[in-house]
């Protein structure tokens, strides 16, 4: 699966992103995780970014909320993007490659598919199999969660 992403990628984006064997974003595109803001757990968002990106950019994405975005431009130089295109281009861009993987012998990309995955999979389903768990300890009641929420600020935030 390739990923197109255009405008804002945030929070549960990330499962997508995450489940992706590149990404392709156009100039537009800024990634956050608004979980601590609004007093929740980013789990499953920060296993799949911690595998996507060095340590400490997933460590401060998650921790920071909705103070701070990475914008395009970043996430391409750190990795989390492996191709930036001009404002609209991101979905022809992931297109265009998905065509030539498409027009490989099958058996040759699945065997890689799996090599690849094999690579990352064994710590990342150790750390999934913890997130219910982390969830369950650090997560404010609802109400509280909407209270913030609702208080957000619009300007809120930074752009790296």
């Given at each position: 699966m390739i990923a197109?992403?255009?405008?804002?990628?945030?929070?549960?984006?990330?499962?997508?992103?995450?489940?992706s064997e590149f990404v392709v974003?156009?100039?537009t595109a800024s990634f956050f995780d608004p979980h601590t803001t609004y007093g929740m757990v980013s789990a499953y968002e920060a296993v799949y970014m911690a595998h996507r990106m060095p340590y400490g950019e997933a460590a401060r994405m998650a921790l920071m909320g909705t103070a701070e975005r990475i914008s395009a431009r970043r996430a391409y130089e750190i990795g989390l993007v492996s191709e930036l295109t001009a404002p609209g281009g991101a979905l022809e861009a992931a297109v265009r490659c998905a065509a030539v993987v498409a027009a490989c012998p099958p058996e040759g990309v699945?065997?890689?598919?799996?090599?690849?995955?094999?690579?990352?999979?064994?710590?990342?389903?150790?750390a999934l199999a913890q997130a219910p768990a982390l969830i369950a300890l650090g997560n404010l009641p609802v109400e509280r969660q909407a209270e913030l929420f609702a208080g957000r600020r619009k300007d809120g935030f930074r752009v790296r």
């Amino acid at each position: 699966m390739i990923a197109a992403v255009r405008g804002m990628a945030c929070g549960g984006a990330f499962y997508l992103l995450g489940e992706s064997e590149f990404v392709v974003a156009d100039e537009t595109a800024s990634f956050f995780d608004p979980h601590t803001t609004y007093g929740m757990v980013s789990a499953y968002e920060a296993v799949y970014m911690a595998h996507r990106m060095p340590y400490g950019e997933a460590a401060r994405m998650a921790l920071m909320g909705t103070a701070e975005r990475i914008s395009a431009r970043r996430a391409y130089e750190i990795g989390l993007v492996s191709e930036l295109t001009a404002p609209g281009g991101a979905l022809e861009a992931a297109v265009r490659c998905a065509a030539v993987v498409a027009a490989c012998p099958p058996e040759g990309v699945q065997g890689t598919v799996r090599a690849l995955w094999a690579a990352k999979e064994a710590a990342r389903a150790q750390a999934l199999a913890q997130a219910p768990a982390l969830i369950a300890l650090g997560n404010l009641p609802v109400e509280r969660q909407a209270e913030l929420f609702a208080g957000r600020r619009k300007d809120g935030f930074r752009v790296r």
